[in-house]
């Protein structure tokens, strides 16, 4: 079992749509939860860090459940723009070095 | 506002020949990273710098080597260059502090091929 585990998708949503993502995670010493956002062939964004109790950016919500070991991203009014990859990162906290990624879903905002 | 720069952004190489992908932050942080990243399989850690003066191997280290040259450079060499390490790499720092959430913030990538 992958330490970090996503569904790749693709999501395909028509704009102004409402999706979710959910990624799991194996470790239950798991210490700081991150969503990045990766476009093509591009370099890793921070999108938000996730907070144990749920915290929100704009059209984005980001929830931790640490008994079931998941994290969710909401988006909220889907846009053209937020056509990418989205990357649940995990730190495992023993020493600050300790990410882990996921592969990533993708994400497809239709016009 | 550079953040951190990565160089060369592409290369080719032929199996067995070396080369060194430099790596510099201008954020004063701690902490540097080197990661490959290929299709499927998620960003992986080749070695990392905790801080100046110290470096550790990640989950995929043969093959290369590390030198972190003060607090701002992190250079990554490829002593044999083979197929196998035909990848897009990314550096990333972050401040390395042990309490709160460690952003790691990432380097464009560089993109190399090995015949």
């Known amino acids: 079992r992958k330490e970090v585990e996503q569904d790749p998708g693709p999501f395909n949503v028509p704009e102004g749509a409402t999706v979710a993502f959910n990624c799991t995670y194996s470790?239950?010493?798991?210490?700081?939860f991150f969503w990045y956002r990766q476009d093509c062939r591009k370099e890793p964004k921070l999108l938000m860090s996730?907070?144990?109790s749920g915290n929100e950016d704009g059209r984005f919500t980001a929830q931790l459940n640490r008994a079931s070991q998941y994290i969710s991203l909401l988006i909220r009014d889907s846009k053209l723009s937020d056509s990418a990859t989205y990357l649940c990162?995990?730190?495992?906290?023993?020493?600050?070095?300790?990410?882990?990624f996921g592969t990533g879903t993708r994400l497809k905002v239709l016009a | 506002n550079a953040g951190v720069t990565q160089t060369p952004k592409f290369q080719v190489l032929k199996t067995g020949q070396s080369m060194t992908l430099q790596c510099a932050q201008d954020m004063n942080h701690n902490s540097m990273y080197w990661y490959r990243q290929d299709p499927g399989m998620g960003l992986r850690l080749i070695y990392y710098?905790?801080?100046?003066?110290?470096?550790d191997k990640g989950e995929v280290p043969n093959g290369y080597n590390v030198s972190r040259l003060n607090k701002r450079e992190f250079s990554l060499r490829l002593e044999s260059a083979a197929p196998s390490q035909t990848s897009v790499y990314f550096c990333?720092?972050?401040?390395?502090?042990?309490?709160?959430?460690?952003?790691?913030?990432f380097g464009a990538g560089s993109r190399l091929t090995v015949l």
């Open positions: 470790n239950s010493a798991s210490q700081s």
């Open positions: 996730v907070y144990s």
């Open positions: 710098s905790a801080s100046e003066g110290t470096t």
């Open positions: 990333a720092s972050s401040e390395g502090r042990y309490s709160g959430a460690n952003v790691l913030t």
């Open positions: 990162v995990v730190n495992i906290g023993s020493g600050t070095y300790k990410y882990i």
